[in-house]
């Protein structure tokens, strides 16, 4: 048996069911359907479980003869990920779809996510580690399994089921197949952006002093590391080592509340690691402000911030000063003033 789906099937059906007529009550209902049908076609649950579970009956174990059972690819271990995803979900409220959910998590300024305040919740932009087609497997496993569950009366928003809360307090694992990781789907002959902090030994031994201060706030407030700070932001002030609370602001990350509460804190840890290395403040942080733009670097500006890249990563992959990158943005009509900009730290 061969089973043929795309995203494009689903859009003619919600098509179809918003031209049929129907009253509102009846399309609810449809679009119900719809969603439960969706929910198993992109489920990485064995597919005889899946319909025997519809219907309310039990298979114990994979049949292992469908298309998920005979699919090679290796189980992951997405506890950290669903992790983050059902955080967000909690932390969104309980009433937005997956789509937004995962715009949260990417670190995305839609206009939705600027009116909700969501730039704000802790979990924005911690889940730039995976593509959006990892966090659409991750939120469709979510469903699929029951650890979220779709709230019909608010336009099919997430709410938290009871499952998951075992795996909120890393109790139980979650194991999944996951899209191919975002680097090995990399076309051929496109080269990966460096990074300036690479092969720096002065950025490793402050990354890890950044993340032992970390792990000491996170055992202080009883949280996970990744609230506190995730490793994006710990990598991108160990690579443009701000000597301001200012320039420490436009880290990927890094909002108000962080600011306040630790900005000091952490440019001391900043300011005596670069005094054991003799490098003088910002050097690394901007090598080329004030130099013309090329049209490479227009490039790749383009392309990095049409990949989910903020501020505070183009700045140190460039070397540009992170309010050149903000101008340069807003000149190449990539966003529509330097405030806007700046939202995607």
């Known amino acids: 048996a061969y089973l043929l789906f795309s995203e494009g099937d689903q859009m003619t059906l919600r098509r179809f069911i918003e031209d049929s007529g129907a009253n509102d009550a009846r399309k609810a209902i449809e679009h119900a359907k719809l969603n439960q049908l969706v929910q198993i076609l992109r489920s990485s649950r064995c597919r005889r479980e899946a319909l025997l579970g519809y219907f309310g009956e039990a298979k114990p174990g994979p049949c292992g003869a469908c298309d998920i059972c005979l699919d090679t690819a290796e189980l992951r271990d997405a506890t950290e990920p669903m992790r983050k995803f059902l955080s967000c979900v909690f932390r969104t409220g309980e009433r937005f779809g997956a789509a937004h959910v995962i715009d949260v998590l990417l670190g995305n300024t839609t206009e939705k996510i600027i009116q909700a305040g969501h730039v704000a919740v802790s979990t924005y932009g911690i889940g730039r580690d995976l593509s959006k087609a990892e966090w659409r497997a991750v939120a469709d496993h979510a469903a699929a399994v029951g650890l979220v569950e779709r709230r019909d009366d608010l336009y099919g928003g997430l709410a938290l089921a009871g499952a998951a809360r075992p795996v909120l307090r890393g109790e139980q694992r979650v194991m999944m197949k996951l899209p191919a990781p975002r680097e090995k789907r990399r076309r051929r ?155 995607r730290f």
């Not at 990966?192 to 706030?217: Q, T, Y």
């Not at 049409?306 to 101008?327: D, M, Q, S």
């Open 189 to 343: 002959g496109e080269a990966k952006s460096a990074s300036p902090a690479a092969g720096a030994p002065v950025h490793g031994a402050l990354f890890d002093a950044l993340r032992r201060f970390r792990l000491e706030l996170a055992r202080a407030a009883g949280a996970a590391p990744y609230t506190i700070f995730h490793d994006r932001t710990l990598e991108e002030i160990a690579a443009l080592k701000p000597a301001t609370l200012d320039q420490l602001g436009h880290c990927y990350g890094i909002g108000a509340v962080k600011l306040e509460k630790h900005g000091a804190a952490v440019l001391d840890i900043v300011k005596r690691h670069r005094d054991a290395a003799g490098a003088p403040a910002g050097e690394a942080a901007a090598p080329k402000r004030g130099l013309p733009w090329t049209p490479e670097e227009d490039a790749a500006l383009r392309r990095r911030w049409n990949e989910g890249a903020g501020v505070g990563a183009l700045a140190a992959e460039l070397g540009r000063a992170a309010g050149g990158i903000e101008a340069r943005l807003v000149r190449l009509g990539l966003a529509p003033d330097r405030e806007t900009a700046r939202m």
